[in-house]
């Protein structure tokens, strides 16, 4: 055998050995991926990593981790793994869709939209991609072009039940109930038993104030999906409108429990360094007056230990990654609602009765547009039961760039009490809530300087925002409340555009333009703010005491729906 026949054959030999290693790299993948169905991952893992080691850089191995690090919440990790199959194999639609969807989850919704953008530039028949692209176009308030994307979708597959449904969510957005309730029904008649459509159908009929209807349409939905904590609080809300408040208050609570109290709790790769501080603080609250069992002992020393490893490093990021031992410490509370405070409606009610109902609806109608604040808005009753309540509820589950978190209606900021409040303040001032009802509420905490919320405006009728925290925490006593600009939001600008605060320059550019002055009220304990919904408000800079129960804390009650106004 001469020189070149050596050299083939060893190229054929060399070759024989790719070839088996592949066979086996896809034998293994297809092995790894069934596991990987069972929601068995920990042996998908290992068995993907295997396949790699006979294949290195093969794209589907690459691919296939990618999905299981975003199944388990490593969404830096899915995005590196993703983009690495992407450079091994740049023409597969498929692997830029699920990095689309990948962007998305990590709230990167712009690049989400590129990546299904080159997913449809590979396969423009790619129906899911185009379904995706809406969505990540309606998270931008992008809703016209996303109502466009969801038609494209139903083009190329008309019985598409989830584009359906998403067009009628585009169409809510967009202020076309009719057109909303329209495709909610097309896709009932496909699917009837598409919970999402079925709850979807109930809050455009609550916006249009059909409320039994609603009601039908929120129950039909918790009847396919019993656990479905939206279609809970939607069905809250249609009972708080009814006055049945007991099973108002007994769904909210529902709606929490099932996002918060599941056997498995969301695995969680980052959290801002607040949140961290403030559990920390919240549960040694806690265990120094005998509210929590000793059980949770271990979790306090891991919040500890994470808090004492930020005070010592010198990195300002606001975010921190959190290792697997970390995660594994902390998973079994961390997302758990570990205990409510007492927050009883009261019997004699919640409102100040010395408040002046004449004089302060004449103030709110008087002004246009409408900004004014009321003192001493409940009885010092319901303001220390309301305060109790926040300080021990361990409800505060969202947390922000700013250094503040919160918690809305349906995820644990709900008690009696609170619902008394709402449907007092409706009843006492006819003349300034008319007939808007409780669309929305929640509650932010905020660290001791920090800054709070960005510049936006709110999806309602009428804003009522209040603070609880004691005048002694505020070390400025001329700051800390709110600032209310005095010129309302387009009405053609949608919730997305006045809430995204990469918008910021927008907003701050059409105020100048309108020549809109901002009206500061500084704030003050059990002091109310009312104002227009759509007037564009932000926190007023703040400084208070460092101490957990000196944490500024303020209330927002929403009524009404801003397009469709009594």
């Given at each position: 055998m001469n020189r070149a026949e050596r050299r083939r054959q060893d190229k054929l030999g060399e070759k024989a050995i790719v070839s088996d290693r592949t066979r086996q790299a896809l034998a293994l993948l297809?092995?790894?991926?069934?596991?990987?169905?069972?929601?068995?991952?920990?042996?998908a893992e290992s068995i993907y990593r295997q396949a790699l080691d006979?294949?290195?850089?093969?794209?589907?191995?690459?691919?296939?981790?990618?999905?299981?690090a975003y199944r388990v919440g490593q969404l830096d990790k899915a995005e590196a793994l993703l983009c690495k199959a992407i450079r091994q194999d740049a023409q597969n639609p498929l692997y830029h869709f699920n990095l689309?969807?990948?962007?998305?989850?990590?709230?990167?919704?712009?690049?989400?939209?590129?990546?299904?953008?080159k997913a449809l530039s590979l396969n423009p028949n790619y129906v899911e991609a185009q379904n995706n692209l809406g969505n990540a176009l309606r998270d931008v308030g992008q809703v016209q072009e996303a109502i466009d994307a969801y038609r494209r979708a139903l083009a190329l597959k008309p019985h598409y039940v989830e584009a359906h449904n998403n067009l009628g969510v585009a169409f809510k957005e967009h202020g076309d109930l009719d057109r909303s309730l329209a495709s909610y029904e097309e896709a009932l008649r496909l699917n009837p038993n598409h919970a999402e459509a079925h709850c979807n159908k109930g809050i455009a009929c609550q916006e249009q104030g059909r409320i039994e209807e609603a009601m039908t349409a929120f129950q039909s939905a918790l009847h396919v999906r019993p656990d479905y904590a939206?279609?809970?609080?939607?069905?809250?809300?249609?009972?708080?409108?009814?006055?049945?408040?007991?099973?108002?208050?007994?769904?909210?609570?529902?709606?929490?429990?099932?996002q918060h109290n599941r056997d498995r709790p969301t695995p969680i790769a980052r959290v801002y360094r607040s949140r961290i501080k403030h559990d920390a603080e919240q549960i040694q609250y806690l265990f120094d007056r005998d509210l929590l069992a000793p059980e949770h002992a271990p979790y306090?020393?891991?919040l500890k230990s994470l808090n004492h490893r930020l005070d010592q490093e010198s990195d300002s990021a606001k975010q921190l990654s959190l290792d697997n031992q970390a995660r594994v410490t902390i998973a079994p509370s961390f997302n758990r609602i570990l205990h409510y405070g007492d927050s009883p409606a009261l019997a004699h009610g919640a409102l100040n009765p010395e408040l002046h109902?004449?004089?302060?609806?004449?103030?709110?109608?008087?002004?246009?547009?409408?900004i004014m604040f009321v003192d001493n808005l409940l009885r010092e009753e319901a303001l220390r039961s309301l305060v109790r309540f926040c300080l021990e509820s361990t409800i505060w589950k969202r947390d922000y760039e700013n250094g503040y978190i919160g918690a809305f209606l349906s995820e644990g900021f709900c008690s009696p009490l609170i619902l008394q409040i709402a449907e007092e303040l409706r009843l006492r001032f006819p003349r300034i809530f008319r007939d808007h009802r409780l669309k929305q509420g929640w509650a932010f905490k905020y660290d001791s300087a920090l800054t709070g919320l960005n510049i936006h405006a709110d999806a309602a009728a009428v804003n009522v925002n209040f603070w609880i925290t004691a005048d002694e925490a505020?070390?400025?006593?001329?700051?800390g409340g709110l600032a209310v600009w005095d010129k309302e939001a387009p009405k053609e600008w949608n919730f997305k555009a006045y809430n995204d605060v990469r918008n910021r320059g927008k907003i701050l550019e059409f105020l100048k333009d309108q020549n809109a002055k901002p009206?500061?009220?500084?704030?003050?304990?059990?002091?109310?703010?009312?104002?227009?919904?759509?007037?564009?408000?932000?926190?007023?800079?703040?400084?208070?005491?460092?101490?957990?129960?000196?944490r500024r804390v303020n209330v927002t009650l929403l009524y009404g729906n801003r397009l469709h106004e009594a």
């Amino acid at each position: 055998m001469n020189r070149a026949e050596r050299r083939r054959q060893d190229k054929l030999g060399e070759k024989a050995i790719v070839s088996d290693r592949t066979r086996q790299a896809l034998a293994l993948l297809a092995e790894g991926a069934s596991h990987h169905q069972a929601g068995r991952l920990q042996q998908a893992e290992s068995i993907y990593r295997q396949a790699l080691d006979l294949h290195p850089d093969h794209p589907e191995a690459l691919h296939l981790l990618g999905l299981l690090a975003y199944r388990v919440g490593q969404l830096d990790k899915a995005e590196a793994l993703l983009c690495k199959a992407i450079r091994q194999d740049a023409q597969n639609p498929l692997y830029h869709f699920n990095l689309g969807v990948v962007l998305q989850k990590d709230g990167r919704t712009e690049e989400a939209a590129e990546s299904y953008r080159k997913a449809l530039s590979l396969n423009p028949n790619y129906v899911e991609a185009q379904n995706n692209l809406g969505n990540a176009l309606r998270d931008v308030g992008q809703v016209q072009e996303a109502i466009d994307a969801y038609r494209r979708a139903l083009a190329l597959k008309p019985h598409y039940v989830e584009a359906h449904n998403n067009l009628g969510v585009a169409f809510k957005e967009h202020g076309d109930l009719d057109r909303s309730l329209a495709s909610y029904e097309e896709a009932l008649r496909l699917n009837p038993n598409h919970a999402e459509a079925h709850c979807n159908k109930g809050i455009a009929c609550q916006e249009q104030g059909r409320i039994e209807e609603a009601m039908t349409a929120f129950q039909s939905a918790l009847h396919v999906r019993p656990d479905y904590a939206k279609a809970h609080h939607g069905l809250g809300l249609a009972y708080q409108w009814q006055q049945q408040f007991d099973l108002a208050f007994a769904a909210l609570r529902t709606s929490a429990d099932l996002q918060h109290n599941r056997d498995r709790p969301t695995p969680i790769a980052r959290v801002y360094r607040s949140r961290i501080k403030h559990d920390a603080e919240q549960i040694q609250y806690l265990f120094d007056r005998d509210l929590l069992a000793p059980e949770h002992a271990p979790y306090l020393a891991a919040l500890k230990s994470l808090n004492h490893r930020l005070d010592q490093e010198s990195d300002s990021a606001k975010q921190l990654s959190l290792d697997n031992q970390a995660r594994v410490t902390i998973a079994p509370s961390f997302n758990r609602i570990l205990h409510y405070g007492d927050s009883p409606a009261l019997a004699h009610g919640a409102l100040n009765p010395e408040l002046h109902v004449e004089e302060i609806e004449g103030r709110y109608l008087a002004r246009k547009p409408e900004i004014m604040f009321v003192d001493n808005l409940l009885r010092e009753e319901a303001l220390r039961s309301l305060v109790r309540f926040c300080l021990e509820s361990t409800i505060w589950k969202r947390d922000y760039e700013n250094g503040y978190i919160g918690a809305f209606l349906s995820e644990g900021f709900c008690s009696p009490l609170i619902l008394q409040i709402a449907e007092e303040l409706r009843l006492r001032f006819p003349r300034i809530f008319r007939d808007h009802r409780l669309k929305q509420g929640w509650a932010f905490k905020y660290d001791s300087a920090l800054t709070g919320l960005n510049i936006h405006a709110d999806a309602a009728a009428v804003n009522v925002n209040f603070w609880i925290t004691a005048d002694e925490a505020n070390l400025d006593p001329g700051s800390g409340g709110l600032a209310v600009w005095d010129k309302e939001a387009p009405k053609e600008w949608n919730f997305k555009a006045y809430n995204d605060v990469r918008n910021r320059g927008k907003i701050l550019e059409f105020l100048k333009d309108q020549n809109a002055k901002p009206v500061t009220i500084p704030y003050r304990e059990n002091r109310a703010v009312i104002f227009n919904s759509d007037l564009f408000h932000e926190t007023d800079r703040f400084r208070f005491k460092d101490e957990y129960e000196s944490r500024r804390v303020n209330v927002t009650l929403l009524y009404g729906n801003r397009l469709h106004e009594a």
